[in-house]
């Protein structure tokens, strides 16, 4: 996982309530044995007709969207399946935060695990960055702040371990790593084995 | 200081490393269920990182997704005429995963193979008290026996095959009380359609059900299985029943379920998973079923359900309600009974066992599906089918027109050749009418088997409770 302390950007707005993982990649997509280039798969039906053609009024295919990384979404986004797929292919396309007054259980764990930042903003601000897209804003995951143009900042919630692994660049596997001893004892000790 | 909740109790008994302010605890997992569309990426990590899988033994591994319902005599030779090499690759990953790693697949050929959520119970792997997680959401199934089973993304498949342990933070707790005698025609799939548009997609986030009460007693371990499999549809990622005799009847003498002594003591052991009186729930909600109908949705999403004689809710104005019923073809205020019905699936982790199949064929028996729909009927497992078939069920459905398949995921997500073609209208038992999830420009009216059947008899969504 790469390091990341804060990031500055223009946003793209996606204003849509409970976007579901089958629409951040569709099912289709998740026949691959790696996560390489699956970037082409992020929202394939709604940023491509069915000739593949690019759908002109979808809000990633709008000028300069390839350039933002930071997403605004409506309520409850990326509910459905498990798909790790989502977050990869929202990175592989460079988007790096997304903010939601909601973001599903799965997909948020999923994205802490990979650098892309789920940002949880009370209504009100969710409501001004949906009505203002392409605002610049800063989310900074060290002070757990989101600034907006305004120059206010309004705290986000994050995990302090998952932010501490994002502000040190390690991924989660290591900290369960070191943990063996304990999972061996604990394995020794229950008092029933499955 | 309070009891404990059913919940409580599991997780406790998970905890090897206590969480604190500054790192999830350290979770112990008992059954870990792969197949081949979510784990390749898992296993490469393995590789990269030279680890090797802690414990094969607690490995359940299948494959279900991806693959083909047609009937397949060789697997090398149907890959290789696969029309498209990706899912055959992934296939044949699977297969290559599975004996580097020393873990046993449960592949092609294989008596025990199935729908992930389906051959966990029907072999005796799930049981009351164990951490059950799989890379697919609708692991939430397993709860219906009283364990804790929750999805989990491919990095964590990593972390449990490495560990067999999970990095979590306790989630929050919710009782959904559900009462009164449900009527005839009326099943646990409409329970959870009818509690999950009252709940909202979101209504579960941040928590763990516990589904209580006297409906919830009275229902049978597959209906059980149908409520906690649609958990996740209401945001909630583990739905939980407390085991009773109905689930110790149901796992007694299943191969992997514990056998002479070791039973006795199991049983005894999970009796003691009830919730305490005292117990407290962060959050509660309260279902009575006394006159629920069918349910059917209207939607893209499973929250958007009505019964099935209601109309589609008002236009209100809201963006994302117009986006939904224009991508569903249907308007505002209009009834979703007499929709025309293009294709008929019943299957998937929702409805594929044995009482689905059932309740399905009383309903078609001696009588013709409707010209112009198409029927599918697919088993959720090898076992399911051998006993459809020994029950002459396969027979009742190919009479009506219906096709009877192989045991798999097929039309409930789009990603192996059973899917939707763009525009058609497909009542499905299955439990997600996301758009696209059958197949691209794909239209899904999530229902129960008894509704499916009737509306595929009749060619338009019908009212099972006529069909009777």
């Known amino acids: 996982m790469e390091k990341i302390t804060q990031l500055t950007s223009t946003t793209t707005v996606l204003a849509i309530d409970d976007v579901d993982t089958d629409q951040i990649v569709p099912a289709r997509y998740l026949t691959a044995t790696t996560r390489e280039g699956i970037g082409k798969a992020l929202f394939a039906d709604w940023r491509f007709d069915a000739n593949g053609n690019e759908i002109a009024d979808f809000p990633l295919n709008q000028p300069g969207a390839a350039d933002r990384r930071i997403l605004v979404a409506g309520r409850n986004f990326g509910c459905g399946s498990s798909r790790e797929h989502a977050p990869w292919a929202l990175l592989d396309f460079g988007i790096q935060a997304v903010i939601s007054s909601e973001i599903a259980d799965i997909f948020r764990n999923n994205s802490l695990k990979n650098g892309l930042v789920p940002v949880i903003v009370d209504t009100d601000t969710h409501q001004w960055l949906l009505d203002n897209p392409g605002a610049e804003v800063t989310v900074d995951v060290e002070a757990r702040e989101l600034r907006l143009p305004s120059g206010k900042t309004v705290g986000f919630p994050i995990d302090p371990f998952a932010r501490h692994c994002m502000l040190e660049g390690v991924d989660h596997t290591g900290f369960l790593l070191q943990n063996m001893d304990n999972i061996t004892e604990f394995e020794a000790n229950r008092s029933w084995q499955p | ?468």
């Open chain 2, 1 to 468: 200081m309070g009891g404990k909740s059913l919940f409580e109790k599991v997780w406790d008994d998970h905890v090897v490393v206590p969480e604190t302010e500054d790192t999830p605890a350290v979770f112990y997992i008992d059954l870990h269920i792969v197949h081949e569309v979510t784990t390749p990426q898992a296993f490469n990590m393995l590789r990269e990182s030279g680890l090797p899988v802690r414990r094969p033994d607690l490995v359940l591994a299948t494959m279900d997704h991806s693959t083909p319902t047609v009937p397949i005599t060789n697997l090398d030779e149907s890959l290789d005429a696969a029309s498209d090499p990706e899912p055959a690759n992934q296939i044949r990953a699977m297969v290559k995963n599975c004996a580097d790693f020393g873990i046993e697949l449960h592949g092609f050929g294989s008596a025990q193979r199935g729908i992930v959520h389906v051959i966990g119970p029907e072999i005796g792997a799930t049981q009351p008290g164990k951490t059950i997680v799989c890379g697919d959401s609708h692991s939430s199934t397993h709860g219906a026996f009283g364990a804790m089973g929750f999805g989990i993304g491919t990095t964590e498949v990593c972390h449990v095959l490495a560990t067999q342990c999970l990095l979590q933070r306790k989630p929050k707790s919710m009782a959904v009380n559900i009462t009164g005698k449900l009527k005839p025609g009326v099943g646990a799939k409409d329970v959870i359609l009818a509690l999950i548009g009252k709940m909202g997609v979101d209504g579960g986030t941040g928590h763990v059900i516990e589904y209580r009460g006297e409906t919830i007693r009275g229902l049978n371990m597959e209906e059980r299985m149908t409520i906690c499999n649609m958990t996740i549809e209401g945001g909630a990622r583990a739905g939980m029943i407390a085991p009773d005799e109905t689930t110790f009847e149901f796992l007694k003498g299943r191969p992997q379920a514990p056998q002479g002594a070791d039973w006795d003591a199991a049983v005894e052991r999970w009796r003691k998973l009830v919730s305490d009186d005292d117990a407290v729930f962060d959050k509660e909600v309260n279902l009575d079923v006394s006159d629920l109908e069918p349910h059917v949705t209207y939607g893209t999403n499973p929250g958007m359900v009505v019964p099935i004689s209601q109309n589609v809710p008002s236009d209100k104005g809201d963006a994302s309600f117009r986006k939904a019923i224009e991508y569903m073809q249907v308007e505002a205020d209009q009834p979703m009974l007499g929709t025309p019905v293009d294709v008929v699936f019943v299957g998937s982790c929702t409805n594929s066992r044995m009482t689905d199949l059932r309740a399905v064929a009383r309903i078609l028996d001696g009588k013709q599906v409707a010209g112009g729909v198409r029927m599918l009927v697919v088993p959720g497992s090898q076992a399911i089918k051998d006993k459809a078939e020994e029950e002459g069920l396969d027979k009742i459905f190919t009479a009506a027109g219906a096709e009877w398949r192989e045991a798999g995921c097929s039309m409930c997500l789009g990603m192996n050749s059973d899917k939707l073609g763009k525009g058609e209208l497909c009542v499905s038992t299955s439990n997600r009418n996301f758009e696209g999830r059958q197949g691209p420009g794909g239209r899904t009216v999530l229902a129960s088997p008894e509704t499916a059947a009737a509306s595929a008899l009749a060619g338009v969504i019908a009212d099972p409770r006529e069909a009777l």
